[in-house]
């Protein structure tokens, strides 16, 4: 059984950073991708960043150039790195782990959470103006 927990959330300033955590037991990160993704109250969830297994990554447009998503395979844990933080990150943060698909572009890791396995419970991120 894939058990993934999220860690590393809190509330900060805008500009500050946060590093979120993802530790994942039960399988290992090969041929799998893993993802971030955010949902904030009355909006629609949506991908931060995803890995694969080559270490890939791909970013969402709003995220891109402050934050970088990285994996320690040897402890089998997922990382965001957040910087530059505003506002409108402010979200809850979940960490997923699923299979590459086909798409157009190629081979890639899915940008819908619905299309991944398993799923963290998620780590609160909160960013004051």
């Known amino acids: 059984q894939v058990h993934l927990v999220e860690s590393g959330g809190g509330s900060v300033q805008a500009g500050g950073s946060l590093r979120l955590s993802c530790a994942a037991s039960g399988y290992t990160y090969s041929g799998y991708c893993m993802g971030w993704f955010r949902q904030a109250p009355d909006k629609a969830r949506e991908g931060v960043a995803a890995i694969d297994s080559d270490g890939s990554t791909t970013y969402a447009d709003s995220v891109k150039g402050r934050f970088t998503v990285y994996q320690d395979n040897a402890k089998n844990i997922l990382f965001l790195q957040m910087n530059s933080l505003k506002p409108e990150d402010t979200a809850m943060y979940y960490c997923?782990?699923?299979?590459?698909?086909?798409?157009?572009?190629?081979?890639?890791?899915?940008?819908?959470?619905?299309?991944?396995?398993?799923r963290g419970q998620g780590t609160q991120v909160t960013v004051s103006s």
């Open positions: 997923a782990t699923g299979d590459p698909i086909a798409t157009m572009a190629g081979i890639l890791c899915p940008d819908n959470m619905d299309e991944y396995n398993f």
